[in-house]
């Protein structure tokens, strides 16, 4: 699926997901209203209806009194009609789901006008003994109890209302506890979508972001953790990091070799002049004069520093288009130790510095390190030490053991260098500005060959240096280094 597709996708089923409490609160509305409007037709109407019915009554009994005294025709039609009208009145109240109390009405209705046409005749003709008879016996008790059953009616109407309304408060109290609840799990289900949607977006981006950090610091070792089989632009820009990895790693192993065969190739006219140099001081092309012995001085002290810097350039290229790649072997460290101390114990008497090499209790018998590597490693760093430390001065290597592994200091009370510039000595060709107490000329690749080679075994390198007072390089390295061919390349290629 497409990021778009996706977004898109994630966002519609974030809105359907918001308005389902909606439609449950909407539908809830709508019963609501319907049930306003059948309460509205139904017992609305039936109240007014009983209320007409009682007033109906009254007018009865009213026009009956009226009768009873008047005793005239206009009284009697007057009675006559309020008696039809409360028999319809009777009638009607069939219709509004009180049939029972419509049927006891109607009782009471037909006995007064059953009772009415006897009542009038006797009033009408004076008999008012008869006619009071009639209106005791039968009017009075059949209206009085036609009055009861509507109080009765108007009851139950009463109690079937305040059922109803209770049950309406009820079912818009769970509507509102049903919509509160669907939108509280609506709100969550939206969070949790919005949240794996995000996650789905800002992981891979900031694995490309510390992907992209770490090949701008140099390390193309660097794997994404995007998988493979993503196919969306997410995964498209995943495989474009991974193939511009691969170039830059090509383009610097080519790079690599070019320099490689570049400065192989300058060995060769070095070596002849050097060569040349050497017959020229032997006398085979005639004896030298003065100022000749100086320029060819100077000439084989420059072909010289030409040669180191091409057999270290020579080294760097190498290690780096093999991807640095290590040879560990069992190395017996008391026996490198041994080699170090021997190699260097001539120079420390041809250039009167004390020399010693330190051995703390507790050190491993064995080490496997790439031991061509590692010599030349502290071959450079007592190199440098002897070459800044004046007569009379010490320098010193001290090895003891750490966790897992082994920590070499070198340490001499040289000229020390400028606090600023410490921090850039590990950069190929640079130099301190402290050349002028060197006794010899250097080319600045040394520090930068060896912190690969520290690094490639998996070891740090550091360095502290106060001016005038001394140096001092440390090195520490895991016991075992494994066969590998990752190198970190922690330090800047200019080459
Ligand atoms: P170089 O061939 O110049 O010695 P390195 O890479 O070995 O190159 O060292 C880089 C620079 O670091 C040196 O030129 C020097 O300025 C400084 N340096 C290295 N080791 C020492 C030391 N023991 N004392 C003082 N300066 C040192």
């Known amino acids: ?186 709100l969550l289900i939206a969070m949790t979508i919005a949240f794996l949607l995000t996650r789905s977006i800002t992981r891979p981006v900031s694995d490309l972001e510390h992907g992209m950090r770490a090949v701008a610091d140099g390390d193309l070792d660097y794997r994404l953790n995007i998988p493979a089989d993503r196919s969306d632009e997410l995964g498209q820009l995943a495989m474009s990091f991974e193939e511009m990895v691969r170039q830059l790693g090509e383009l610097d192993k080519l790079k690599a070799e070019f320099v490689s065969v570049a400065s192989h190739e300058l060995k060769t006219p070095i070596n002849v002049m050097i060569g040349y140099l050497q017959l020229l001081e032997e006398g085979i092309y005639g004896p030298l004069t003065r100022e000749q012995r100086e320029v060819h001085n100077t000439l084989i002290a420059q072909a010289n520093t030409l040669s180191r810097l091409v057999k270290q350039l020579l080294d760097v290229s190498r290690f780096e288009a093999g991807g640095g790649r290590l040879e560990p072997r069992a190395i017996a460290l008391d026996d490198l130790l041994g080699e170090l101390e021997r190699a260097f114990h001539v120079l420390a008497l041809q250039r009167e510095v004390h020399f010693t090499v330190q051995r703390k209790p507790g050190l491993p018998d064995q080490v496997f390190w790439d031991l061509d590597r590692i010599n030349e490693v502290l071959g450079n760093l007592l190199s440098n030490a002897f070459k800044f430390t004046p007569h009379g001065g010490s320098v010193d290597l001290v090895v003891e053991p750490v966790d897992n592994g082994v920590h070499m200091q070198v340490r001499d009370t040289g000229a020390g260098i400028p606090p600023e510039q410490v921090p ?63 190198m970190q390349r922690a330090v800047p290629a200019h080459v």
Do not use: W
Request: hydrophobic share 45%; glycine share 8%; aromatic share 6%.
């Open 1 to 186: 699926m497409t990021l778009r597709s996706r977004l898109v996708t994630g966002l519609v089923l974030i809105a359907i997901i918001l308005v389902g409490p909606l439609v449950i609160a909407i539908q809830s509305l709508y019963r609501l209203r319907d049930d306003v409007r059948a309460f509205r037709d139904k017992e609305f109407a039936a109240s007014l209806l009983l209320g007409q019915l009682r007033e109906g009554l009254n007018d009865l009994r009213r026009g009956e009194l009226a009768l009873l005294f008047a005793r005239d025709t206009v009284s009697r039609n007057a009675m006559d009609r309020q008696v039809s009208s409360v028999a319809e009145l009777g009638d009607s109240l069939s219709h509004f789901q009180l049939p029972d109390y419509a049927k006891d009405i109607g009782v009471s209705i037909r006995q007064i006008a059953e009772a009415a046409p006897e009542e009038y005749r006797f009033a009408l003709a004076g008999d008012t003994t008869r006619a009071d008879s009639m209106s005791l016996n039968v009017f009075v008790p059949a209206l009085n109890h036609a009055d009861s059953v509507v109080h009765r009616a108007e009851r139950e109407l009463r109690a079937r209302t305040t059922q109803r309304v209770a049950g309406q408060a009820a079912t818009i109290a769970t509507t509102a506890t049903v919509s509160g609840v669907a939108l509280v799990l609506a």
């Open 424 to 486: 850039r000595i590990f950069d190929k060709f640079y130099q301190a500005d402290n050349q002028k107490s060197a006794r010899a000329a250097g080319s600045g690749l040394g520090l930068a060959i060896a912190k690969q080679i520290v690094e490639a075994h998996g070891g740090t390198i550091t360095c502290e240096s106060t001016l005038g007072v001394g140096t001092t390089f440390g090195i520490t390295l895991p016991t075992r280094v494994t066969r590998r061919s990752s």
